[in-house]
Structure formats: C-alpha cells, structure tokens
C-alpha cells in the first residue's frame, strides 16, 4: 500500500498518544517508518496508546504543543521527511469548559509547529489535519466543500477555522518559498473506532456503559452526523502524504476533505441503536439537559476534490465502521491481543482498499 512510501522514512507525529494518533502510529510502523511522536502523556484509563504498547516501539516525546521551543527542539533532534500534525484539543463540550486553552493549543499550537517546519530543512511533507468544524456550519443538507467559510461560533470551531486560516498564511508568506516541501490541510468529520475514551463522545459513553451493565444516556438523538472508521480518514491522510511526496507541486490544492459517503449520516439514537445490536445488549435512555451547550445538528462533507485528485474515497461503509468498532471493544473485553487485533483490522482495510483502488482505476 502506497508504494513502500514510508519505508524507512522518518515521520513525527504530533498527538501520537491519541485516539487518531496512535493508529496513525501504529500504521506507520507496520509499513516500516522511524516513527516519532510529540504529544501529552496518555489522557485515559485504558489508552490505545498503551495497549499498542507503542512507547517501546517509537521515538516517544511528551512534550506540549503550546511549548514553542521544546516542539522546535524535538523537530530539529527528529529531522523528519514527513510530519504529521494531528495534536489537539478535540472535544467541542471541553472548549465551551475551558476556551482559552482550546484556542491556545489549537491556534497557538499550530503557530508553533509551523514556526518549526519553516525553520527544519529537512521536512519534504507535511499533512496538517484540522476538522470538519473548521467551516462556518449553516446547517446545510449538503456537504461543505475546500472553498467553504471557515469559522464557527463555538469555541473549538472558532480554533479550527482560526488554525486553517493560520496556515494558509503561513503558506503563503512562507512555506511557498521552500519548494522541496509540500503542504496539505485535511478536513475529517466525526470518527469511531476502538480505543477512543473520550469524554462527551458516544461510542466511549456506550461503551462505558455497555460494561457496566448500564443504560446509555442520549443527550442530543437527533443529531445527526457522518460517522465513519477512524481508519477511513487515516488512510486519507496516508495517502495524501504518499501523492505529496511522489507528485508534489502537481497537486493544485492545498486542502482536502476526508468524509464517508452520504448514507453513512445518521442519528445520534441510530447509532447508539446500532452499537446495542452489535455490542448483544444494552438499552438506551434520552436525556437533553434543559441547558446544554450549543452543539451542531447537522454537518457534512463534500469529498469530490479528494476524489477528483487524489482519487480516494470512502473504503468501510456505515455498518462496517460501526461493526469494527465495536468489535475492538469485544475484543478488549474479551481480553484479547490488542496489537494483534488492531494489526488485524488495519490489515483488514489495506485489502478493501487496495481492491476499490483497482476498481476505480
């Protein structure tokens, strides 16, 4: 997959210890890359980081994206030819919480990494990945495309559009003058998938629940949005890590995004009626809070650009992310090998992938 692209490649990959950072990790090393990682120490109980058991099998730095210089340090030290920036506050209910540090790891964070690779002459790619929240949601029924408002009212949709508008300046001013490196944004909706913990998220709040034997408690049921596998959109990222450093200036655009298809948007009680079908058992119970933070209802992607261009599309369906997911959480409980399983399911994708690949060709 992707040519050998990583092969011994030195990637950095900031947020390593996260949900998506640690499957990015993950997939890294199996096709062969020096992988290093810059992050905070893992946040939960249970972390994909530790169950991969990735710190032996990486570069592992905790260090803090707000810290200008220990970042710009462990780039220098790390010299890598692709770098990943995935670190971030995520959590849109964690930023009404604390706005500030949202805005300064989001914005001042991505100030700092990208201080960083116009200062490293070593970096010939990077992938800067922001979110879904970074357009200006007007609750359309349509997909959002690359040339879309950025910005949001919330706090955490305010730093992701504030981080998109951050590098295009960048670019601009500064990264455009070193033609041995190639840029890209990418933009993912909501994404599930096994060893995610996070607060306020609904797969870790049913599986919590699903545990302890417990009703799962729905705040918002009919909101709906585009679920997909936490690998659909890594995958995305690889890919265009891989057609940055094989076509470099040749691509046109400079940001993309990495969305399911439209039947995979579905309702929040959808969803979590899935998981309990899947998961064997459980019920549901709704309660909204009479004074909940604004949350978006409805918000899409449209993915055509990465398909015009890059040639992706979305590789699991809805049932199959669901199904997955939720079967890496059996498995966990099952007490199963857990780099062996997630191994599995990478593998699993790679195959599907490889296979739509040669079918749209």
């Keep these: 997959m992707f040519n050998d692209c990583y092969r011994g490649k030195k990637v950095f990959v900031t947020g390593h210890t996260g949900f998506k950072g640690s499957w990015l990790s993950k997939w890294l090393l199996k096709m062969g890359a020096e992988v290093t990682g810059y992050a905070l120490p893992p946040a939960y109980e249970e972390s994909h980081f530790e169950l991969l058991q990735l710190k032996s099998h ?10 200008c210089q220990s970042l710009k340090k462990a780039i220098l030290e790390a010299k890598p030819e692709i770098i990943f920036h995935l670190a971030a506050q995520a959590l849109v209910r964690e930023a009404y919480r604390d706005p500030k540090y949202t805005f300064d790891t989001n914005i001042g964070g991505a100030v700092n990494l990208l201080e960083a690779v116009r200062e490293n002459n070593t970096a010939r790619v990077l992938v800067f990945i922001t979110s879904d929240k ?44 070193k033609p041995e490196l190639q840029v890209s944004t990418a933009r993912a909706g909501n994404v599930i998938g096994g060893g995610d913990w996070a607060k306020d998220r609904i797969i870790p709040d049913c599986i919590r629940a699903l545990r302890k034997k417990e009703p799962i408690i729905v705040r918002n049921p009919g909101s709906t949005r585009p679920w997909q596998h936490v690998l659909e959109p890594l995958g995305g990222y690889l890919h265009l890590g891989f057609l940055l450093s094989t076509k470099g200036g040749s691509l046109p655009h400079h940001s993309f995004n990495f969305g399911p298809e439209k039947t995979s948007n579905k309702s929040v009680i959808e969803l979590v009626e899935r998981v309990i079908k899947v998961w064997g058992e459980g019920e549901v119970v709704v309660n909204q809070p009479a004074k909940a933070p604004h949350e978006d209802m409805l918000l899409q992607l449209n993915c055509d650009r990465a398909w ?14 669901i199904e997955e997911t939720i079967l890496w959480y059996k498995a966990l409980n099952e007490g199963k090998n857990i780099p062996e399983f ?14 739509n690949l040669n079918a749209w060709d």
Aim: aromatic share 18%; with cysteine.
């Design 58 to 67: 990486i570069h592992h730095i905790e260090g803090d994206v707000r810290d």
């Design 134 to 177: 970074c357009y200006r949601n007007m609750e359309w029924e349509w997909g959002y495309r690359e040339t879309d408002s950025l910005g949001g009212n919330d706090p955490y949709s305010a730093s992701k559009g504030c981080a998109e508008i951050v590098f295009n300046s960048y670019f601009e001013s500064f990264l455009r003058e």
């Design 308 to 321: 015009h261009y890059l040639k992706w599309r979305p590789t699991w369906h809805y049932d199959d992310s």
């Design 342 to 355: 997630t191994q599995s399911q990478i593998e699993k994708y790679e195959q599907r992938f490889k296979e």
